[in-house]
Structure formats: C-alpha cells, structure tokens
C-alpha cells in the first residue's frame, strides 16, 4: 500500500519561505517516477486545491495564486516530491498534501503551513 509522508511544514511570518517535502512509500521507484505527481493544499473550510504538478517528464503546471512563488520539483532516485515555497503569504495558510496529479493515492497526513504575523 502506498504511504505518502509530508513534512516541513510550520509557522512563518508573511513574506517568509518554507520547503515542504513528500517521501513516496510501499510502491516501487519505477511506479514513482511513472507517476504525475502534485501538492495540493486545503485550508479551512474550504476544498481541498490542486496548487502545483509536475509530470514524469518534468512539465509543471501551477495554480495562478502561486505561479511565482511556489516551486515544484522531485528526486526520482529517493521518490520524493518538494514544494518550495517563497513570498508566502496568510492565505497561503492550509494544510498541504502531496499525491499524484490525479490523487490516485490514499491522502497522508499532510503538512501544516501557517502564515501570521
């Protein structure tokens, strides 16, 4: 079975940055790297988004509100997904979540990011 782990996250004041990370598990590497995958972000009260992808190939796609400022990158080697995340800003806050592109996967835990002053 598949186990997404999301970690980095925290509490950054406006305009900081923060570099989330998603380790892939009980799959195999080739499965990963065949994998689209994505960070998606549900703050409260409201849907869970897709905020940033990027395909086996390295294309990568963002949502408007984080074309600039967000990062998305992955080591195919150690079956990782990272967020970098810059210029944050409150309504960044969310709980953020990684799985494939078509969130195929079982979600994990995620990881908090909070941005206040």
């Known amino acids: 079975q598949v186990q997404l782990v999301e970690s980095g996250g925290g509490l950054v004041q406006p305009g900081g940055s923060l570099r989330l990370s998603c380790a892939v598990s009980g799959i195999s590497g080739i499965a990963v790297r065949i994998s689209n995958m994505g960070w998606y972000r549900q703050a409260p009260g409201k849907q869970r988004e897709l905020v940033a992808t990027?395909?086996?190939?390295?294309?990568?796609n963002y949502t408007d509100s984080v074309k600039g400022r967000f990062t998305i990158s992955r080591d195919k080697d150690k079956n990782t997904v990272s967020l970098q995340m810059n210029t944050l800003k409150p309504e960044d806050t969310a709980i953020y979540y990684c799985?494939?592109?078509?969130?195929?996967?079982?979600w994990g835990q995620g990881t908090q990011v909070t941005v206040s002053s």
């Open positions: 990027i395909t086996s190939s390295g294309s990568i």
């Open positions: 799985n494939t592109a078509s969130a195929r996967w079982i």
